[in-house]
């Protein structure tokens, strides 16, 4: 679906390594503070040789955290293989047939998995939703989030104005098959200036999801509630750029430490993480679910791998790279947040510059 990508191994080339591994520590019993030495190093150690976009994702976030310009070079890795793919959607979106087959293609690609197979028969009624919202949406959100404006920019922007994405917010087998998904959508519109989606977004997801039919959810319906909620937060923090309003979240936040005990039965590492890392962006920071998050995510780190398994015991790192970067977040949240990387802003310092090599060094 994506064309090849012939530029990110130049910027491989450009960039330089990020941190060198640590000596395994010895942990006191579910002390967070070598749980994160022990993963951040971990990812460290291996994170040019994840993929682009697992490596963009890694640094994104730690320049938030950190704001320290040695991870803007993992996102610039990122924004060369975003660039170069909104090049191939957004400069021929005009072409319906071109438009028709990439969704068609994009559909087909969902998986057979329970969560494919549902999401394919949601997005039956409206096959182009896909195009609009995964390809157009998602690439100009996140090239502007690093200071740019991708290829055929606004041509991007027009479409998406003359596009109503109100029935694919709203629909409610959507948001059954894709909740998180559809928050991103609703935000990165409102953020673009292509359309406020988010009220009705809202409505018809606690319409889908009210809280007094949480005894009939399935596991996998309820985590997808839970998903669904945490990005209302995270996206409206512009993904973990500035805190947010705890008032205007309360509904979420409530709902999260009335039903913890379920939360840490039922839910995954990653939704956990996510659920502790609310109370943070909404600067919650005494909340007794932090702590009940944290001492649950610090539990499930296993030394021997110096990361968080997936429930499957899977230790992959590019599977679970966003697992294990929640964690470190979670376990180790910063005084304040950092927007960007603006990678045209960034000040050229030794530290985030590569190696010069000379001629001669390079003939041996």
Known sequence: MFQPIKTVSLALALISCVVCAEP??????HDPTPVYKQIQANLE???????????????????????????????????????EAQ???????ENPEFVRREAAAAIAALGDDPRGVARRQAMAPFPEFIFYTEFLLRFASRTQALGFTGPCHDKLLSALKRTDLTQGLTDEAMIRAWAAQLVNYAYWAKQLGVGDYLADYKRAFIATYPNDDDI??????????????????????????????????????????????????????DIIAEV?????????????????????ITKAFVPGSRMIPSPTGDTDLAKGEHRNVLAMMLLNWPQRLHPGPYLSRLPVTQKNLPKQVTPLEAAH
């Open 24 to 29: 395994p520590q010895r942990m006191l019993p």
């Open 276 to 296: 502790g890392i609310c109370f943070l962006l909404a600067e919650r920071y005494d909340s007794e679910t932090v702590t009940q998050t944290r001492d649950f």
């Open 216 to 269: 009939h959810l399935s596991q996998a319906q309820f985590r997808n509630k839970l998903y669904g909620m945490t990005h209302f937060i995270f996206a409206a923090s512009e993904y973990y750029q500035h805190t947010v309003d705890a008032k205007e979240f309360a509904w979420i936040l409530d709902y999260f430490s009335g039903n913890i005990e379920r939360i840490l039965k039922d839910a995954t590492e």
């Open 45 to 83: 150690q291996h994170l040019f040789q994840l993929p682009p976009r697992v490596q963009g994702h890694y640094g994104i976030r730690l320049y938030r955290m950190t704001g320290d310009p040695q991870y803007a070079n993992a996102a610039l890795v990122d924004l060369l293989a975003v660039t």
């Open 87 to 93: 090049s191939y959607y957004a400069c021929q979106l």
